[in-house]
């Protein structure tokens, strides 16, 4: 089997989970290529998957206090999605209505489709895997190829309706037949978590319950993280590699790959040095160190390949609310406390706090009120048991195996009909 995977980027989430699935389908015996922007192939290329590169959108740049984002003018949630793919502005210009998602500016799409489709001949792809790389199951269809999804629930409330509203009008423009326009989803559609916390049954746009009608299938196949969690390093040896002090507690602050949590990161930056803690601050791919000149923690990084490993050595996570770094805070037990900047984060975060092992601060009170806040979670041995609890259940359950197993058997499959 050959797989072409297709991540959208930024931000780091759609390439972590890419990356380790292709790590998965490469120890089954499949060829795998993924093709993404050009400064994000370092994800994949240091764990030895072979990489193309694709043109993709800008990030959003980050947001001074009190400026509007570049995002803010088009639907609840806009510019809020985890990608920063909301709207903003056509990334140059296309034929056609301005649109309200950049995703749907045709120039990107005519260079997205012409790329995507030389990718999959030049591979002689079985199946294409798009992580919300809207245009990845229109190239495989548009090339006679088997695809799939990979995507959360909450993507179906926003953005896909304005997907769907933007960029297919847009693909039929650009001549993309209506049968194949119509069929974004692809074959079939991975979640990756389990039902009971992403139920399909809280899919109610009818946009999005037309689409998902368009698939063969719908699949929950659990959380597909950097690695499995019953591999990372317990606290004790993660601080070990790390450098850590083995005693002191730890907190680690990450906000997200994109620039949209800028000005809630650059306050938090100056109140690190008054949390009871050793604080490792990561800023992300999209925000310069240099911005953040007046930090007080105690390590500040900008990227990181082993998030896993410094979530499991710290005290307390302190995060933005994306999916991918939620699942990794809960999975490895560790008490979690949110900024959420949009719905879809405050949602992911809720489930933290449904299962008593988080809390949730909104940015606007993260000035008189961080500090107390992360002190007091610090020294709350109740949550920290609580944590610990729901990781030892929630570890047990790797996505990744599940989602490579099935793509590949159900590829098979697929080929045998093809050849009867």
Do not use: C, K
């Not at 740049?61 to 990608?83: F, I, L, N």
């Not at 790329?115 to 001949?121: K, N, Q, T």
């Not at 049968?179 to 074959?187: C, I, K, N, S, T």
């Not at 008054?274 to 601050?281: E, P, S």
């Amino acid at each position: 089997m050959r797989v072409v995977i297709l991540p959208f980027y930024h931000g780091l989430g759609h390439v972590v989970r890419s990356t380790r699935l292709a790590t998965e389908l490469m120890a089954r015996g499949a060829e795998v290529v993924v093709g993404v922007a050009a400064d994000a192939r370092r994800w994949p290329e240091a764990r030895g998957v072979p990489t193309a590169t694709l043109t993709e959108l800008p990030p959003l740049p980050p947001v001074p206090d009190g400026a509007a984002s570049p995002g803010s003018g088009a639907s609840p949630g806009s510019g809020a999605s985890p990608d920063g793919a909301g709207s903003g502005g056509a990334a140059s210009g296309g034929a056609g209505p301005a649109p309200r998602l950049r995703l749907a500016d045709e120039d990107y799409l005519r260079v997205a489709l012409a790329e995507e489709r030389a990718l999959v001949r030049e591979v002689g792809a079985d199946v294409v895997l798009a992580d919300f790389r809207v245009t990845g199951p229109v190239s495989a269809r548009l090339e006679g190829v088997r695809s799939a999804t990979i995507v959360n629930t909450g993507f179906f409330s926003f953005p896909f309706p304005d997907v769907v509203r933007d960029v297919t009008p847009a693909l039929h423009r650009l001549g993309v037949p209506h049968e194949v326009a119509g069929r974004l989803l692809g074959d079939v559609v991975y979640v990756p978590d389990r039902s009971v916390f992403e139920p399909l049954a809280d899919v109610r746009d009818p946009l999005s319950v037309a689409a998902l009608r368009t698939v063969d299938e719908i699949r929950h196949v659990g959380p597909v993280l950097a690695s499995d969690p019953l591999t990372v390093p317990d606290r004790a040896r993660a601080r070990t590699l790390l450098g850590l002090d083995p005693h002191a507690p730890v907190v680690l602050v990450s906000l997200g790959g994109t620039a949209q949590g800028y000005a809630t990161l650059r306050t938090v930056a100056g109140l690190l040095g008054d949390v009871a803690a050793h604080t490792v601050l990561v800023t992300g791919p999209n925000v310069d160190p240099a911005l953040l000149a007046d930090h007080r923690a105690d390590r500040l990084l900008r990227v990181t390949d082993e998030s896993m490993l410094w979530t499991s050595a710290a005290d307390l996570v302190v995060t933005h609310g994306g999916h991918t770094s939620v699942m990794e805070t809960l999975a490895l037990g560790r008490p979690l406390l949110a900024l959420p900047g949009q719905d879809e984060q405050r949602w992911n975060a809720g489930r933290a706090v449904g299962l008593g092992a988080g809390e949730i601060l909104d940015p606007a009170d993260v000035a008189w009120r961080f500090v107390p806040t992360a002190n007091r979670l610090l020294a709350d041995d109740a949550l920290r048991r609580r944590a610990e609890a729901v990781g030892a259940v929630l570890a047990a359950h790797d996505g990744a195996r599940d989602l490579a197993e099935h793509v590949l058997s159900s590829a098979r499959l697929a080929a045998l009909g093809a050849r009867a």
